[in-house]
């Protein structure tokens, strides 16, 4: 029962559901309804997808979420990033538009969340570490401009394609010629009447005297008001006829049993993609849920976090849905407006599940520019450059790896971005590595402490050379530090003892045991004789069993001190 | 000129050249170019070549690693891996016995060298120590491994192929049936006579009371022997007209004026084996000359060494040969046999292409088993399965990339084995850093040194907390740490102060960055105070003008003792 608690954290909260519990959640559940109503039909059409997925991508996944994930304010569904990333990686396989299109987006929500299950079971969460903080912000922000810019079609109202900007930019303008003024007028109304309802209508409206409440609720039927004044407005002046492109008929249904394709040439060519994807839905929505959580001093489990992903990643490929993650603003929003379990979810899921049902027919007239503007909104405040100018000036290894992320997403697509950004972030870890920094120390006059020579005023004695080696010594700089002790001891031919101060060396794997042994041989052969001091228990356990210590010159200090007073030459008393 | 020199070291040991240094010299020469001759065949006939290849190669790389390498005793040719690295790049973009094949190892040559004297004026020498001493070793044995096998068709006189081991093995198994008993017997009897040679023959003329000097030029022309025994055999009876396959003609010519085939597609090919070869190439290359320059007290210049090798192999594009490197055997023999300069491998390579223009029409007759039974006696020295137990003794990191090179090597192929080894060496190092060891620390009694609380008697407090992080912070273990310490200090509601002993944390990235600005937030909130000690200077020099200093709870001290006696409650003196 324990056990089973554990993969279900639903049992735990269920069991204290309060009456109290139940209307926050209730109130919570209305308003975030509201909001995603349009922003599910737009996250349809980024993808790629019919309006209705959308929909469906937000019941079964958050009513499993509800029951698997340890999040009590995360909102699960569609996600501007992911749909990118969905359209892209679908677009390689199936022609948009198409049964196979559909059945593609199902097997790769498939894919992904098998894989995320996987790797909850295996505990391997901490995978996701992998992605850097400046890497995600990068492709953020790029995924930002490259999503606003796949919009602009629809708000031009021409047929324009591509998965890069320099592709979408190209098409864009050999098809300005086709420009239809009346879908160009409502997509910029509504673009500019969103940004209002984000900046500038909050202000008016409390300035206007409405309570804080009030006004907020208000703010967030902005998207709500816009689509319902362009749908009534197409529908009254028929401007459907005249080029503006609708939503049209959608299926009045609750969402249906589907099943995802299983050919393997299909999980084959989304494999990959998938697990792209996969990684960077987790890593939006674990940074989510930890934000949402900190400020309740709620505790997310990272791995149990994978489960409850990949259980609404399954439900969305077995009900008419496409790959979801926890979203950022849906979930801000479900906090604000006061959620407190998972159970606001499952009223979100029933209230979409109506909309479903009943709301369709509604919004046959709803021109596709108002939903590329509600998107191009949402994704511009993604965009943020301020990360360029943080790494600049902390570290430039972060700098190259966030610049490189943007300009390859923007350029190369969105999976060579990501994977370049990791790889590029591995690379430059390894080359710092592996020119380790080695000071020279000595000790800081009437104390115990030893500091390196050039930065502080210390006592050495030319007989012996105490080295603080700045890195645990691993094959890609195993050799270096050989090398640099050899010739360091040429040059000073006074030195009669090396000490290695080992309190920064975290590990010494087998290349730099060797490299070790043999620099021990050569300074042996020199007359030197070679200590380790402050060696860490870790360490120490490994090198016991070894010829290093069987055949070591010197002798291993606990501490720098000790082994200083011991090796140095003490002066002469005078009796 | 100083710089001249410095790209050109025969500049500098060419001017102090003495008449007993040429002696010593030419006496080396000539034992190297007995031993050369039969296995510069051996080794292009692996390479898929014809045998005049083999010898061409060992022609201008030698003289031109003479003047451009910094090794005194490397001896530059043809060798067994890089051999089976060129049959398999090769054999993938044209068929064996075409002209194109032999252009395409020309090519394979020149994008080779190009590569090496990029890398070296560009000193990223360092490059190479991304293959450990264990992947190194692990792909070694497994290509003697291939490499024997591959001969195996040459000693039974059957025609079989594949680059991986079950392909061969598969491949010999169906045509066992063609077995043709001449060659057998021709083959095993040079195998066990070459093994009794290696092993038996040095003891057996001792035995016989010769000097060891004379015996162990006698065991160096052990495989000239079975060259001329079989060659006079085959000839005598006419065995080439029973199925025993022979050299034949081979031309009587200098190395030739060649041109390798620049054609983009053949290019793109082969640009990645190509890298792969030259990494491969050079790290054998630069630890045989390590080793050797380590006997002499001499240095060896591993940016000069990649110009050196990178020369040689343009040198071999253009004169009919095909890769090259710096050969264990070969190099061993130059040096026990008294070589003191280059000039020896200059020597050398009159040698032969004196061979190649005269002694070519004698080895018309010798037999392909007997260069068969060459080669694998000389690859079977390289099988070494002893890293395995050490590696398995020492550290299972290393353990499971030396099984997975090995592993993968025979069954996937040589580049798929050396790229799987580095890939699963770099992700084992990330993965133990991405789980830091931190340990809570206390003051060794009577001492100012701190040290595990799990492993010394030590003095603590309970509202100090004072935890050793024992890894550099980055990306990839960022949160992990945040986490821990968060949930420390949940656990312990005692705790008012924590120190972060930095001894050990080399470097702080902007990942990591972040985190600690955010556990000092948390910290905060708990009315906890976040210190740091014994931060490193490139570490504070960083983080000098960054929020987190700037807003840090606590203090930043030089020495843990410093921290200690700070923050630590003092008992209350009695007046």
């Known amino acids: 029962m324990q056990r089973l608690r554990h993969y279900m954290p639903i049992l735990q909260w269920g069991r204290s559901y309060t009456r109290e519990s139940f209307s926050n959640d209730m109130i919570a559940a209305v308003i975030v309804t509201i909001m995603l109503i349009p922003q599910s039909l737009a996250y349809a059409m980024l993808a790629g997808l019919p309006p209705e997925a959308g929909i469906y991508a937000s019941i079964a996944p958050i009513l499993l979420y509800a029951v698997f994930g340890t999040s009590r304010a995360l909102a699960v569904g569609p996600v501007a990033v992911v749909s990118l990333l969905t359209a892209s990686a679908v677009g390689q396989v199936a022609e948009q538009g198409t049964a196979g299109y559909a059945v593609a987006a199902l097997t790769l929500a498939f894919l992904s969340g098998g894989f995320l299950v996987i790797l909850g079971i295996l505990r391997l969460g901490f995978l996701a570490n992998f992605l850097s903080h400046p890497v995600i912000a990068g492709f953020i922000t790029a995924s930002g401009i490259l999503i606003a810019t796949s919009q602009l079609k629809h708000i031009l109202g021409v047929s324009a394609h591509g998965h890069t900007l320099p592709e979408m930019l190209g098409s864009l303008l050999s098809h300005l010629g086709q420009i239809n003024i009346w879908t160009l007028l409502i997509g910029v109304a509504a673009t500019a009447f969103l940004f209002w309802v984000r900046k500038g209508m909050k202000p008016f409206l409390l300035s206007k005297g409405l309570t804080p409440k009030l006004a907020d609720v208000l703010t967030k039927a902005g998207p709500v008001a816009a689509v319902f004044v362009t749908t009534v407005l197409v529908w009254m002046t028929g401007l459907s006829d005249h080029g503006v492109k609708i939503v049209g008929a959608v299926p009045q249904s609750l969402p249906p049993l589907t099943m995802p394709g299983l050919d393997p040439s299909l999980v084959k060519s989304l494999l990959l993609p998938a697990i792209l994807l996969s990684i960077i839905g987790f890593v939006e929505s674990i940074s989510v849920a930890q934000t949402l959580a900190a400020k309740k001093r709620q505790r997310i489990d990272p791995d149990q976090e994978l489960i409850g992903l990949g259980a609404a990643n399954l439900g969305a490929a077995f009900t008419g849905g496409y790959p979801v993650t926890g979203g950022f603003a849906r979930s801000v929003v479900n906090f604000d407006a006061g959620a407190e379990t998972p159970a606001a979810g499952a009223f979100t899921a029933i209230g979409l599940a109506i909309a479903a049902v009943a709301l369709t027919p509604l919004i046959y007239y709803l021109p596709a520019a108002t939903l590329a503007a509600t998107i191009i909104v949402a994704v511009l405040s993604l965009v943020d450059f301020s990360m360029l100018g943080k790494t600049w000036r902390y570290s430039k290894a972060d700098f190259i790896a966030v610049m490189a992320t943007i300009l390859l997403t923007l350029t190369m697509g969105v999976e060579v971005g990501v994977a370049s950004g990791v790889i590029v972030s591995v690379m430059l870890h390894l080359y710092k590595t592996s020119r380790p920094h080695v000071a020279e120390v000595g000790q800081v006059p009437g104390t115990q402490h030893f500091r390196n020579i050039n930065r502080h ?87 016991r069993a070894t010829h290093l210590i069987s055949h070591l010159t010197g002798q291993i200090f606990l501490s720098q001190y000790d082994a200083w007073e011991t090796v140095r030459p003490k002066p002469t008393i005078a009796v």
Chains 1, 2 share one sequence.
């Open 457 to 543: 005023d210390v006592e050495t004695h030319p007989s012996v050379l105490s080295l603080r080696v700045d890195e645990s010594l691993y094959f890609v700089n195993a050799r270096v530090l050989e090398d640099l002790i050899l010739s360091r001891v040429t040059d000073g031919c006074a030195i009669r003892h090396v000490i290695l101060m080992f309190s920064a060396v975290n590990a010494v794997d087998f290349s730099a045991l060797e490299a070790l042994e043999d620099l021990n041989d050569r300074l042996r052969d020199m007359g030197v004789k070679l200590h380790l001091s402050e060696v860490k228990g870790p360490v120490m356990d490994k090198l």
